[in-house]
């Protein structure tokens, strides 16, 4: 990390910065930052305009703030503003960078060079996505977020549990099928076209925001845009900072962030994390007498069985003893096992998983 310069303070959060992203990211405060996004430009590289079958002009992004010189100029560009993000951030804090394949790879090169930890390649495949009118390709359907760590000894956060019960209670997966932004909620200017040519989808900040951040985190956007990542931040609670230079996209974005009243209740806010619960050991749930010793317990599939003795080992019908991990994994042949779901009782002739019960004690410590 770089050292403290004099004109280096704590920005004021939740509001918009205007200016150069590098200039203004290098006068933050080291470690002030919890996480970032970034949508930097993806330097296209357009080689003139792109018509529809019907003859009709796309809308694409031919902006002057997408477009570099050379290769080598776009490289020293984006250099620079992630060696003053990587200075931003914790010590324990993350970044999301999005790209096409026009960026995408340089982008992944240069933040291993500056030492950050890729932790996810994330695939967010587009339901709607422009089609290939030239047919010379195939139709690109998707970009892709790498999501990193400051470093690889950074404790990073990741919510696991809030993800996976977005998803159904099944693991979310490095591809998301999310649309682009189209309908209401593009944002329009004041002569009815788009107000920015790569306005993201809500639903893809909500996912990352959501993932990798706390209530009342800060969050950074660089690349600000129309203010989705502030929107989103906003109603999740979360604080956000903003650099943009266009006084068009930060009028735009300032006026979405005013409309938006606040995030709901805080209750609502946390996405606490079974890792972070407090330990209770097996042998806990024998001292209260929520199980016995001598109470048979199985798999749900009753292949496996091993009742319980007094000291908290677990004993197979073979002889073999160990926790309910150990015993778990052993007679299964696996690796690991974790026993506290592997492991069931029978409670009024309908198997529970013994996680159950440590979750009664974990309510009543709460309480």
């Not at 990193?148 to 919510?159: D, L, P, Q, T, V």
């Not at 317990?297 to 003795?309: S, V």
């Not at 778990?328 to 529970?352: I, M, R, V």
Request: glycine letters at 8%.
């Amino acid at each position: 990390m770089s050292t403290k310069k004099s004109n280096q303070s704590t920005a004021p959060l939740n509001t918009i910065i205007k200016g150069n992203c590098t200039e203004e990211l290098r006068k933050l405060q080291p470690g002030s930052v919890d996480m970032i996004f970034a949508d930097p430009p993806y330097n296209l590289q357009l080689g003139g305009d792109l018509h529809r079958p019907n003859n009709t002009r796309v809308d694409g992004v031919d902006d002057e703030w997408d477009k570099f010189d050379t290769l080598k100029h776009y490289d020293e560009f984006c250099r620079g503003w992630l060696e003053a993000s990587r200075d931003a951030l914790t010590d324990d804090g993350s970044i999301w960078v999005i790209g096409s394949y026009h960026n995408i790879f340089r982008l992944g090169t240069i933040l291993q060079d500056l030492g950050f930890w890729i932790l996810n390649d994330i695939i967010w495949r587009k339901t709607n996505p422009m089609p290939n009118f030239r047919g010379r390709r195939f139709t690109n359907a998707h970009e892709t977020l790498i999501w990193a760590s400051k470093s690889e000894k950074s404790k990073y956060r990741f919510n696991y549990d809030a993800m996976k019960a977005l998803n159904e209670d099944l693991q979310m997966r490095s591809d998301w099928f999310i649309p682009l932004c189209t309908g209401g909620e593009r944002l329009k200017n004041k002569e009815g076209a788009k107000a920015h040519p790569t306005q993201k989808p809500e639903a893809l900040l909500y996912r990352v925001i959501m993932s990798s951040t706390n209530p009342g985190d800060t969050v950074l956007d660089p690349f600000f845009g129309t203010g989705t990542t502030g929107a989103v931040a906003k109603k999740l609670g979360r604080n956000y900072i903003g650099i943009e230079r266009e006084d068009d996209y930060i009028e735009v974005a300032q006026k979405r962030l005013d409309d938006i009243k606040g995030a709901c209740e805080e209750e609502l806010l946390k996405t606490p994390s079974k890792r972070e619960a407090p330990r209770i050991p097996f042998g806990t749930l024998i001292e209260q007498g929520l199980l016995k010793p001598g109470t048979k317990l199985q798999d749900t599939k009753g292949r496996f069985e091993a009742q319980i003795g007094a000291d908290g080992n677990l004993i197979a019908k073979s002889g073999q003893r160990g926790s309910i991990h150990k015993l778990g994994a052993a007679l299964q042949e696996a690796p690991s096992c974790n026993g506290w779901t592997f492991w069931h009782y029978k409670d009024g002739g309908k198997l529970q998983p013994i996680d159950a019960l440590r979750e009664k004690i974990r309510s009543a410590q709460a309480n």
